[in-house]
């Protein structure tokens, strides 16, 4: 099946710096998500992204399909921006099955 | 609002029991899915229904059970075969043809 992978895996950053998430995937895929997991654990769809570069606020998104990676933008984090980031991606087995990527655990420090 | 909803929050099992972990859904959503995560990992996928009465094994499905008898629910059991129960479940559903997630609050299961 697909391999995902996410990098970096841990990343502690200072309130209002930037940073970059990256999700690289084995195989082609025609959509990608991005989610976020609070402390709480409850997941949130941040992105629907396929190809291309969508932005909601500080965060935006890009996928390069052909080159197999999507990166995630976060910009002046805050310490809500705390938790987990996943990327997800069809799984070749198809009916809607999606495969998640190993996480990159977030710490937004005051 | 439309949305998910896991039940209960937290539950205590002893071992040996069966208990069944709630999910229920007003999105009109067709697919429903339960994912297992242990702590600091990722998500791996128990079982997932396209329509009602009609479910798939995921890749970790050996000591759960599902049932479909209704578009909004859900429910999964985690039977005493499951050596490790131990975990956060979590629900999602997803429009026939999407692949775009909602999930619920999630369920941790803590086995005494």
């Known amino acids: 099946g697909i391999q995902v992978e996410q990098s970096p895996p841990d990343l502690i950053l200072q309130e209002g710096a930037n940073s970059t998430l990256r999700c690289n995937f084995s195989?082609?895929?025609?959509?990608l998500q991005w989610f976020h997991q609070n402390p709480w654990g409850q997941l949130i769809n941040l992105f629907y992204?396929?190809?291309g570069t969508k932005q909601n606020g500080r965060l935006s998104a890009t996928t390069v399909a052909t080159e197999r990676y999507s990166l995630l933008y976060i910009s002046s984090s805050q310490t809500t921006d705390s938790g987990v980031y996943f990327c997800a991606v069809p799984n070749s087995g198809g009916y809607q099955k999606v495969t998640f990527g190993t996480g990159t655990k977030l710490q937004v420090i005051p | 609002d439309g949305g998910i909803t896991q039940s209960p929050k937290y539950l205590f099992r002893k071992e040996g029991q069966n208990v069944t972990l709630s999910c229920e859904q007003n999105?009109?959503?067709?697919?429903m899915y339960w994912y297992r995560q242990d702590p600091g990992q990722g998500l791996r996928l128990i079982y997932y229904?396209?329509?009602?009465?009609?479910?798939q094994k995921g890749d970790i499905a050996e000591g759960y059970s599902v049932s479909r008898e209704k578009k909004e629910s859900f429910p999964l059991t985690v039977t005493s075969a499951q050596k490790n129960p131990t975990a956060f479940y979590l629900c999602?559903?997803?429009?026939?043809?999407?692949?775009?997630?909602?999930f619920g609050s999630g369920t941790r299961l803590t086995v005494v």
């Open positions: 229904s396209q329509i009602v009465n009609d479910f």
């Open positions: 992204i396929p190809s």
């Open positions: 999602a559903s997803s429009m026939a043809g999407s692949y775009g997630y909602t």
């Open positions: 999105l009109n959503h067709d697919a």
């Open positions: 195989d082609s895929v025609n959509n």
